[in-house]
T-cell receptor, first 115, second 111 residues
Framework: ETGVTQSPTHLIKTRGQQVTLRCSSQSGHNTVSWYQQALGQGPQFIFQYYREEENGRGNFPPRFSGLQFPNYSSELNVNALELDDSALYLC??????????????FGPGTRLLVL | GESVGLHLPTLSVQEGDNSIINCAYSNSASDYFIWYKQESGKGPQFIIDIRSNMDKRQGQRVTVLLNKTVKHLSLQIAATQPGDSAVYFCAENKGWGKLQFGAGTQVVVTP
């Protein structure tokens, strides 16, 4: 088990609503990356936060946004939920020193169902 | 476009045998690869990683081989056990926090 935790474990929302997912990074880590994993597929990179700023972003629309807090924890916010947003949302933390990133360790995920 | 992909979607292996999971990549400049194991209902679990300055790396019961000439890497699991049943992903670290995953290989261990 990694030290990465996520909440909630499961969530049901309706189309058009907004959702906030939370992630606490492993001790000693200073970055958080978020991924979306549809059923039967590999995780897709949404973005990474480092030094409380977005450090890199995948091919996701602006309604996917995030925050990182001084304690390195992070939130993923998704506005105007669509049915296709139903997925497992994973966060991963790592340690960044300069421009060098170490291994990313994943949390257990939040299962989001949009009806 | 660039991709990290897996050759076989499902691998059935008898308990005690060795497993080999293959992965191909397309970008010859790729320099950092990671293998993850994902059990049902859980997040991906780090297994082993390898950088392009190495051809081989060993862990506990696992070995990763990197062939840069043909842009291929493999994960070998020795003496496969029932607890090894899971989906295995190879991932490429593309920088700026992005891991690019393949679709995964389901490993099924039979008694």
């Amino acid at each position: 088990e990694t030290g990465v935790t996520q909440s909630p474990t499961h969530l049901i929302k309706t189309r058009g609503q907004q959702v906030t997912l939370r992630c606490s990074s492993q001790s000693g880590h200073n970055t958080v990356s978020w991924y979306q994993q549809a059923l039967g597929q590999g995780p897709q990179f949404i973005f990474q936060y480092y030094r409380e700023e977005e450090n890199g972003r995948g091919n996701f629309p602006p309604r996917f946004s995030g925050l990182q807090f001084p304690n390195y924890s992070s939130e993923l916010n998704v506005n105007a939920l669509e049915l296709d947003d139903s997925a497992l949302y994973l966060c991963a933390s790592s340690r960044m020193t300069g421009r060098s990133e170490e291994t990313q360790y994943f949390g257990p995920g939040t299962r989001l169902l949009v009806l | 476009g660039e991709s990290v992909g897996l050759h076989l979607p499902t691998l059935s292996v008898q308990e005690g045998d060795n497993s080999i999971i293959n992965c191909a990549y397309s970008n010859s400049a790729s320099d950092y690869f990671i293998w993850y194991k994902q059990e049902s209902g859980k997040g991906p679990q780090f297994i082993i990683d390898i950088r392009s300055n190495m051809d081989k790396r060993q862990g506990q019961r696992v070995t990763v081989l990197l062939n840069k000439t043909v842009k291929h890497l493999s994960l070998q699991i020795a003496a496969t056990q029932p607890g090894d049943s899971a989906v295995y992903f190879c991932a490429e670290n593309k920088g700026w926090g992005k891991l690019q995953f393949g679709a995964g290989t389901q490993v099924v261990v039979t008694p």
